[in-house]
Structure formats: structure tokens, C-alpha cells
T-cell receptor, first 112, second 114 residues
Framework: DAGITQSPRHKVTETGTPVTLRCHQT?????MYWYRQDPGHGLRLIHY???????DKGEVSDGYSVSRSKTEDFLLTLESATSSQTSVYFC???????????FGQGTRLTVV | LAKTTQPISMDSYEGQEVNITCSHN???????ITWYQQFPSQGPRFIIQ?????VTNEVASLFIPADRKSSTLSLPRVSLSDTAVYYC???????????????WGLGTSLAVNP
């Protein structure tokens, strides 16, 4: 399996608090992605990165920010969590965009 | 924006061939069409990818007609362990380079019965 680790795996937080999810890879892949997955919506891209300090928005980026200061780490931050951000979050990596991507195990985030 | 359409669900029996079709329009002319498999509580897993005609690997085949307005994932002789959700993924025609947008289908839930 590709070396990709998400942390934490589960988190419950209160509305209005900041939350940071971490994605760590050991594959030295250029591209890293953050998705959220909700029933009825499938996978939706939040943000992605195509290199250190190079990021771009996906289709559901409002309320989220990302940072990539090292090749191996891609952080997703919810500045002020809302109940609508309750979801399962997946990180993915790939060598090139739209080539085989490897996904992490997911983080289940609940905002109460 | 590119749009994809897949059947919501399909049923099959062990040993049968299963074909799942994804219709897609406004996709990038020079980008791959990709399929993923997802089991409950796991991240999606890459199955196969193609640009045109037919691609085959050890687990599946992918058929893409010349107009690239659809793609069909073919799973030969399915088993119970193939019960999963299958997603198609395409690139949007209106973006390029690092700003390319990848569009996921909503997935087809395949149930394989004994």
C-alpha cells in the first residue's frame, strides 16, 4: 500500500472551533488532494496541491484552507468549524494529475 | 463543467460479467478516464484508466468509444468481494494544466449475490 497517513482518524469538535487535519505521505508524490465525502454527493474536491506552497481550490473550498510547507505534508484547516462540515475527509496523492491516485483511510469529523 | 452520470446501483451474481457505464460530456479531449472502487470505511482504490478504445489489466477492462462520451468498466466473473461502489473520474474540458478540474461521478453501488 502507498505510504499515506491521515490524522486524526476520528474527531468530534464544537461549532466555531478551529480544526486541522493532517495528511502525510512517504511516496514523494507531487500532487496531494483533500476531498470530502457525503451521502448523495460522492467525492468532492476541497483543495489540492501541485507542489510545496502551490495550492489551488477545488469545488467546495469555502470555509477551508490548506498549507503545504513540505512535500510530505498537506494540512487542511477549518478555521471555524460548522455543522455542515461534518463529513468524512480523504487525502489522496498522485505523481501526476489524473493518474493513479492513492487514498488515505479517511478522517471522520463530527461538528456538534 | 463536465458532468458524469452513472447508474445508482446494480445487482449481479457470482461468476457473471458486470458492465458499468458512465456517461460524460464536456470532458477534456486529452485527459484520462479513470475508474475507482471503494469499500465501506475505506478510501477509493484505483482500478483502471484509459484514454481511448480498450484497456485491460488483471482486474478489469475499460471500453471507451471514439467520441469519448461514455466509458464502460467491465468486471469479468465477479465474486462477493467485488461488492463495492464504483466511480468514474474525468477531467473537465474548460480547464488546463495545474488548474484542471477532475470530476467524480456519484458512484454505482454494485451488489454481488451468491
Amino acid at each position: 500500500d502507498a505510504g499515506i497517513t491521515q490524522s486524526p482518524r476520528h474527531k468530534v469538535t464544537e461549532t466555531g472551533t478551529p480544526v486541522t487535519l493532517r495528511c502525510h505521505q512517504t511516496e514523494n508524490h507531487r500532487y496531494m488532494y483533500w476531498y470530502r465525502q457525503d451521502p448523495g454527493h460522492g467525492l468532492r474536491l476541497i483543495h489540492y496541491s501541485y507542489g510545496v506552497k502551490d495550492t489551488d481550490k477545488g469545488e467546495v473550498s469555502d470555509g477551508y484552507s490548506v498549507s503545504r510547507s513540505k512535500t510530505e505534508d498537506f494540512l487542511l484547516t477549518l478555521e471555524s468549524a460548522t455543522s455542515s462540515q461534518t463529513s468524512v475527509y480523504f487525502c489522496a496523492i498522485s505523481g501526476f494529475m489524473n493518474t493513479e491516485a492513492f487514498f488515505g483511510q479517511g478522517t471522520r469529523l463530527t461538528v456538534v | 463543467l463536465a458532468k458524469t452520470t452513472q447508474p445508482i446501483s446494480m445487482d449481479s451474481y457470482e461468476g457473471q460479467e458486470v458492465n458499468i457505464t458512465c456517461s460524460h460530456n464536456n470532458i477534456a479531449t486529452n485527459d484520462y478516464i479513470t475508474w475507482y472502487q471503494q469499500f465501506p470505511s475505506q478510501g477509493p482504490r484505483f482500478i483502471i484508466q484509459g484514454y481511448k478504445t480498450k484497456v485491460t489489466n488483471e482486474v478489469a477492462s475499460l471500453f471507451i468509444p471514439a467520441d469519448r462520451k461514455s466509458s464502460t468498466l467491465s468486471l469479468p466473473r465477479v465474486s462477493l468481494s467485488d461488492t463495492a461502489v464504483y466511480y468514474c473520474l474525468v477531467g473537465d474540458a474548460n480547464n488546463a494544466g495545474n488548474n484542471r478540474k477532475l470530476i467524480w461521478g456519484l458512484g454505482t453501488s454494485l451488489a454481488v449475490n451468491p
